[in-house]
């Protein structure tokens, strides 16, 4: 069964720093979006991206991050520099265009900023 | 914009009861669709279920069942003959167009043996 794929896992990095996180969404799904969850609480929409734009964003999605599909298969999430109140789970999650919405989730990467 | 509430912070069940999340959905749109997702503690979020907001039939899979009653907003959903197995934070959420989803708080559901 096709799934969403994301990398690394575990992402350790220090305040100020840049991030990138990767995510494979499933191949024939058109939407793209990233959620974070902060530790022990709920699930919070970041963005969504189709036909290679941003399609909608929450207020979180300030100018420090931005997202990327670099070719056919994956789907960047950057943070340009990363603060404590960034330690998050980040999902990458994909939808098909038409029909269904259920959107079908990465396992997630844990991003600890320290 | 959209509020989704899932009262029930946490419940706790011995196997085989049966137990019932609840969910409400705020929204003005009259079409939407609502959706529960299970988060068991490796982390990721699997999706059980969504409902259209202008389909009001119930559905059944398996020990799960899904009650929506657009007069009340709600979107319940009931584990039949809990196991352990099914102790995992759910998760309801809601989209207006199809697009962004937003989550409720979720409910952790603990079943002891």
């Known amino acids: 069964e096709p799934e969403v794929t994301q990398t690394p896992s575990h992402q350790v990095t220090q305040m100020g720093q840049e991030v990138i996180l990767r995510c494979v969404p499933i191949?024939?799904?058109?939407?793209f979006y990233w959620y974070r969850q902060i530790l022990g609480q709920k699930v919070e929409f970041l963005v969504s991206f189709y036909n290679n734009e941003i399609s909608e964003k929450s207020e979180i999605f300030d100018d420090q991050f931005s997202v990327e599909r670099p070719d056919g298969s994956n789907f960047t999430l950057k943070i340009r520099s990363t603060k404590l109140e960034d330690s998050a789970m980040y999902f990458c999650?994909?939808?098909?265009?038409?029909?269904?919405?259920?959107?079908?989730f990465g396992p997630g990467t844990r991003l600890t900023v320290t | 914009a959209q509020k989704v509430t899932q009262a029930q912070t946490e419940i706790s069940v011995v196997e085989k009861e049966d137990v019932t999340l609840d969910c409400v959905y705020e929204?003005?749109?009259?079409?939407?669709?609502l959706f529960w997702y299970k988060q068991p503690p490796s982390g990721e979020l699997v999706f059980l279920i969504r409902?259209?907001?202008?389909?009001?039939q119930n559905e059944i899979s398996g020990r799960y069942s899904w009650n929506f009653q657009k007069s009340t907003s709600s979107f319940n959903f009931t584990i039949t003959a809990s196991q352990v197995v099914d102790s995992a934070v759910y998760f309801c959420?809601?989209?207006?167009?199809?697009?962004?989803?937003?989550f409720g708080g979720g409910t952790r559901l603990m079943v002891k043996p």
């Open positions: 999650a994909s939808r098909v265009e038409r029909g269904a919405y259920e959107q079908y």
């Open positions: 929204t003005r749109d009259t079409t939407y669709y």
């Open positions: 959420a809601g989209s207006n167009a199809g697009n962004m989803l937003t």
């Open positions: 191949s024939n799904h058109l939407y």
């Open positions: 409902r259209n907001s202008f389909d009001e």
